[in-house]
């Protein structure tokens, strides 16, 4: 789980939970809840963690077992996260409904992240990397084809 691997990474980098929340510039608490599971850690500073610890996204979500390290630094492209989630959805030939209901969120939020209103939450983006196979990295960086 997410949560742990937070957690075992800071250890092992030797940082305590209020220096882990420094860096990723929110409270001790806030960053206490991601680490303890209470709280899912938002997409965006999920991977500010992976761009800090220098690992993929797909290995602190648990879609890889191997501890993969990310080559530079990667800045999610919202536009490209977009683009790439009504790609995932149009070539399974899925309505906004139906792809929503795939992946345990409703049409309105599909439309809401194929049409760059909102950012997709963690948990919905691991359930599409789960279900569509495919890879966070991809999703966040790369127009998929």
Do not use: W
């Given at each position: 789980m997410i949560f742990e691997k937070l957690k075992d990474l800071r250890?092992?980098?030797?940082?305590?939970?209020?220096?882990?929340?420094?860096?990723l510039n929110v409270s001790r608490s806030t960053y206490a809840g991601w680490e303890c599971g209470k709280d899912i850690i938002p997409l965006l500073k999920l991977n500010e963690v992976a761009n800090i610890y220098k690992v993929t996204l797909?290995?602190?979500?648990?879609?890889?077992?191997?501890?993969?390290?990310r080559k530079s630094k990667?800045?999610?492209?919202?536009?490209?996260?977009?683009?790439?989630?009504?790609?995932?959805?149009?070539?399974?030939n899925l309505?906004?409904?139906?792809?929503?209901?795939?992946?345990?969120t409703s049409?309105?939020?599909?439309?809401?992240?194929?049409?760059?209103k909102s950012l997709i939450t963690t948990m919905y983006a691991?359930?599409?990397?789960?279900?569509?196979?495919?890879?966070?990295?991809?999703?966040?960086e790369k127009r998929l084809k």
């Open positions: 250890v092992y980098e030797d940082k305590t939970q209020k220096e882990a929340a420094k860096e797909d290995y602190l979500v648990d879609l890889s077992e191997n501890q993969e390290h990667i800045q999610i492209n919202p536009e490209i996260v977009s683009d790439n989630i009504k790609m995932i959805r149009l070539s399974h309505t906004q409904k139906d792809f929503g209901s795939s992946i345990n049409q309105s939020n599909i439309y809401k992240y194929e049409n760059g691991i359930e599409l990397a789960k279900n569509y196979h495919c890879s966070l990295e991809d999703l966040i």
